[in-house]
């Protein structure tokens, strides 16, 4: 069945930066719009980037000019690099897939576990 794995979260001091993994299996492939979101705790799940099946890619204002989003269709595998961490970076990240883009959450089909990412000030 598909799945999503995220992997490479952990604790960093502001100004670090940290890649995360999302590996991916099934039937999902290089086909598929792929994306992070994440959640801090206390406030509801916010999209973070997105990459579509050409490799436009799509970030939120917050995150634009220090996360780059990125994908190895060869490895089935996506990836978040996260640069110059703020402490309002923390909260629980989660990759998910989907045939076509959406801006709904509610519309993204395939869900990882989550990784944690902490950004200490």
């Known amino acids: 069945q598909a799945q999503l794995v995220e992997s490479g979260g952990g604790s960093v001091q502001a100004g670090g930066s940290l890649r995360l993994s999302c590996a991916a299996s099934?039937?999902?492939?290089?086909?598929?719009?792929m994306g992070w979101f994440r959640q801090a705790p206390g406030k509801p799940r916010e999209d973070v980037a997105r990459?579509?099946?050409?490799?436009?890619?799509t970030y939120a204002d917050s995150v634009e000019g220090r996360f780059t989003i990125s994908r190895d269709n060869a490895k089935n595998t996506l990836y978040l690099l996260m640069n110059d961490l703020k402490p309002e970076d923390t909260a629980m990240y989660y990759c998910?897939?989907?045939?076509?883009?959406?801006?709904?959450?509610?519309?993204?089909?395939?869900w990882g576990r989550g990784t944690q990412v902490t950004v200490s000030s």
């Open positions: 099934g039937n999902i492939h290089s086909r598929y719009c």
């Open positions: 998910a897939a989907r045939e076509v883009c959406s801006r709904y959450l509610l519309d993204w089909n395939y």
């Open positions: 990459i579509d099946t050409s490799g436009t890619t």
